[in-house]
């Protein structure tokens, strides 16, 4: 597969004259892709029915003529001001009762039925205009769903729309009452429409109240997508994409990319790393300019499982891209610093050893208004260039002389599951239990060895796998009764039912491991449950019960990790060098080498070639190789 680049641009921020200039430019920059039109719905319709679409056709054609090709976004994630003088009461509702008002973006209601008419029409005229252009060569649904906390709406239309999918899934009131455990209280409901929604309760909630509207909430977008790519699919047969978010966990991703047939993901590793990532002050000091090692990694792995969802690709060779790639500052985070140079380089570089087919840069001229205008492209506000653009032409340059690479199934997987993180969520029982956050410092652990990953859905086959790593499942997959690889579960995974009660029996409730977690704690960031050979778990520990072999104790004696041949359950969340040392010693298990990576220094394996990644803000030699700071180097595999 041909590694491509490209970028997001917005005509109609920019006078007509422009926009053959700008083109010419891209095209000298090696750049292949060009995103246009998520958010031009005023000018698309200023007004109800006063379709103005020539202007965009225009554009699509001055791009596609400069020898451009076309991403056509659909604008649902802007609705215009007209739009609620028609639908005053398609905005959302936030868990305070209040509604989000007009004069940003993704202001709607996922339920809002005449909302989703009206994105059905919507599109349905863009795709009537431009699917047979030939410069369209994909299309892209809505923007960043779920993003500025979006998922969720506690509005009227949401609460019928909420009463019917109980209805749907339990088909009576008894059932529901019984799955939920709602003789607790005095909670029982006689009908449907007595439900309410899980917010502005006198003390919390039911839980699986909770998970039961989290799981509504996340069937809303995947059928508010859904109503789009219908649309289009009856219109074209070019690729429908969706540019997901860093660290959004409120609905279910997997089910939106059945759907689709590419996942992308946008990628601003500064901004994530200050603004929704935990770390030391001195690691955030340290990777200031860079981002986090890890973080960008393992979205892409994650996406590259999502854009499998659709057909019969595997996890390891699902479709993705990156539709937005931070150029330079951005305008969100607490903190905004400029990135290290090279780091424009690295990312799309690193992009690529992933898996990824496209990385886009955000975008080509800084925007001189509104609210991202501290937001750097390519070019900054006058039309110079930024100091993101030679190194995207540099990255050009060199996906020019690379051969074709092609993917690469990893010998060790990560399961990963949305219905576990609204599931803990709802009941977290510490107040830092968050299933994104131990999934993901299980993944770093594993790359602080050198291993590279495949991030799996809880049903997918795990044959072929040589280690499989399942942290904070809310059931145990059934994938892993009949599993006969290597194996670590847990902590809290197979602890509850699908409707977040307490089994029986308790879990983990693996076949042929005899091991029952009898007793939680949560403990506070200062607490920590010190390990026989050295190092503690953080946060979470659970008392084991059982006769299969222990492995690793507490200091005071308690099984810490408990095993039956190949699989192991481990009682705790362990700290960052604690969780290294356990999964090289799993590792070794099974027979897979590792290697102790320098802090900072990342590898990872494709079917070609091995990319060494440097985060780290001074250069590292090791293996007899130097890799300068903010640098990749590949080497071609044996």
Known sequence: MKRTLGVCYYPEHWTEDRWAIDAAQMIEAGLTWVRVGEFAWSRLEPSPGDLQLDWLERAINVLGDAGLKVILGTPT????????????????????????????????????????????????????????????????????????????????????????????????????????????????????????????????????????????????VVRFNRVQTDVLRAHTDVPLIHNYMGRVTDFDHYGVGADLDIASWDSYPIGFLSDRLEGTPEHKARYLRQGDPDMQAFHHDLYRTVGSMRGTRKAHDGRWWVMEQQPGPVNWAPYNPAPLPGMARLWAWEAFAHGAEAVLYFRWRQAPFAQEQMHAGLLRPDAAPAPALDEARQVARELEAMPEVGTFKARVALIFDYVSCWAWEAQPQGA????FRLAFETYRAARRL?????????????????????????ETPESLQNYKGVALIGPRTGSKTSELSIPTPMGPNVAGLDCTVSRVESMPPSTRVELENGGAFLHWFEELDGSAEVTLRTASGAPAIMRAGVLHYIAGWPEAASYVDILEGLAAQANIPTQRLPSGLRLRETQTHRFWINYAPDAISYDGKTIAAADVLWETRD
């Open 77 to 220: 994630a802007t609705p215009p001001r007209w739009m609620l003088d028609k639908h005053p009461d398609l905005l959302a509702v936030d868990a305070e009762g209040r509604t989000r008002g007009f004069g940003s973006r993704r202001h709607y209601c996922f339920s809002h039925e005449g909302f989703i008419a009206e994105s059905r029409r919507i599109t349905e005229i863009l795709a009537n205009r431009f699917a047979r252009n030939p410069h369209i060569q994909a299309w892209q649904m809505d923007n960043e769903y779920g993003c500025h906390e979006t998922t969720v709406s506690y509005s009227d239309a949401a609460k019928r729309a909420f009463q019917d999918w109980c209805a749907q899934t339990y088909q009576s009131p008894d059932a529901l009452n019984r799955a939920w455990g709602n003789i607790f209280w005095s909670m029982e409901y006689d009908s449907f429409d007595q439900i309410g929604l899980p917010n502005l309760t006198v003390t919390e909630p039911n839980p699986s109240h909770v998970l039961a509207f989290r799981r509504f909430s996340s069937d809303q």
């Open 450 to 474: 050198g291993l590279s990953l495949d991030i799996v859905a809880p049903n997918a086959d795990l044959s072929g796998y040589d280690l499989v790593l399942a942290p904070g499942l809310l």
């Open 432 to 435: 830092d239990f968050d299933m």
